[in-house]
């Protein structure tokens, strides 16, 4: 029982995070809906903030706990995990028909992200400098996706996002609910994140594994499920766009603002087997979206095959 321990706390640690990140996310948007934020600006910022604040709360922790390894490994496993699992499980319950979705843009963005990133690994410490880089990155992609959206919406006579397309709005919800809900959040999140990070280092230690590796599997996987229920759920509605631009967009959030903000808490070195494996799997996961992107091919279970039998192949490598 003592051994299943660290197990059991990393479960519920990873299970008060998803709880908090999904708690300040409500609380978040409806209080800045109702204090007169344009939806538009909810939904670029906050929306996508709030939904990456569990492994934003990750990275810091691990940080401070003196296993940054936990931190980059959470960022380059999730970004593989998104692609082939969260992508390659929904396959195979339902073909995805991504032919019918424009993400040109989106994905563009990703891969300049992606490459941005592994070029400053190769500084070999993720420090002050890059983190201004990264940051400055981010600012210049949703500045650019702002003024697209009210470019679209405004040629469509719309003026802004209807609240109802953001999720979390609930303008029924009354004021104590709000409250609730963003003291659960920025009380569950540290205490989630400091959970998962220090029963995962345990666990780590006790198997003699790298933190790195704990990052780049348990915790990886781990934070990638909000993505893959999204996915799932996305699939057997038929909303293909939905399922993509979500895998896209995380992605390119993860690498731009989590290890960003990160990097300002404290440096976060690369292990050299970021340099010559992993950043590069995620790299060359990233490029298999092309036909999906640019061919307008359908995910089909085939595909879903290929893609879930990529990811337990990379586990493997990993963690043997």
């Known amino acids: 029982m003592h051994e299943m ?3 059991l706390l990393s479960g519920l640690g990873l299970l008060i995070l998803l709880l908090a990140g999904d708690s300040l996310v409500k609380g978040a948007v409806n209080l800045s809906l109702r204090l007169g934020v344009p939806a538009l600006i909810v939904s670029l910022t906050i929306v996508a903030f709030g939904t990456s604040a569990p492994e934003l709360l990750i990275a810091i922790e691990a940080i401070l706990d003196d296993a940054p390894g ?3 490994g959470n960022v380059v496993g999730s970004n593989t995990a998104n692609i082939l699992l969260v992508l390659g499980i929904p396959a195979l319950l339902a073909t995805m028909h991504t032919s019918e979705c424009e993400t040109r843009k989106t ?3 990703m891969i300049a992200a992606s490459v941005l990133f592994i070029a400053l690994a190769f500084r070999e410490v993720f420090d002050w400098i890059s983190a201004i880089v990264l940051l400055a990155a981010l600012a210049f992609v949703l500045f650019d996706q702002a003024k697209e959206a009210m470019g679209h ?3 469509c006579a719309a003026g802004t996002a209807d ?10 919800l009354p004021g104590w609910r709000i409250a609730v809900f963003l003291v659960l959040g920025l009380i569950g999140l540290p205490l989630g994140a400091s959970l998962l990070v220090e029963n995962a280092s345990i ?3 006790t198997y003699g594994v790298s933190d790195t590796v704990i990052g780049l599997t348990l915790v990886a996987v781990g934070t990638s499920l909000p993505e893959l229920a999204t996915t799932v759920m996305a699939a057997l509605r038929r909303q293909a766009d939905v ?3 979500n895998v896209i967009g995380s992605n390119m959030f993860n690498l731009l603002a989590i290890i960003g903000i990160a990097s300002l808490v404290g440096p976060i070195p690369v292990d050299r087997a970021f340099l010559t494996f992993d950043l590069w799997v995620m ?3 990233s490029i298999l979206l092309v036909p999906f992107v640019y061919m307008r091919r359908d995910i089909t279970r085939t595909w879903g095959v290929v893609l879930s039998a990529l990811y337990v192949t990379y586990l493997l490598i990993v963690l043997i």
């Open 243 to 245: 399922a993509l631009g």
């Open 283 to 285: 790299l060359g996961a």
């Open 153 to 155: 919406r405004s040629a």
């Open 5 to 7: 321990l660290p197990w």
């Open 70 to 72: 936990i931190a980059m």
């Open 203 to 205: 666990i780590a230690k």
């Open 163 to 172: 609240e109802e397309e953001i999720e979390g709005v609930d303008p029924d």
């Open 107 to 109: 994905y563009n963005y």
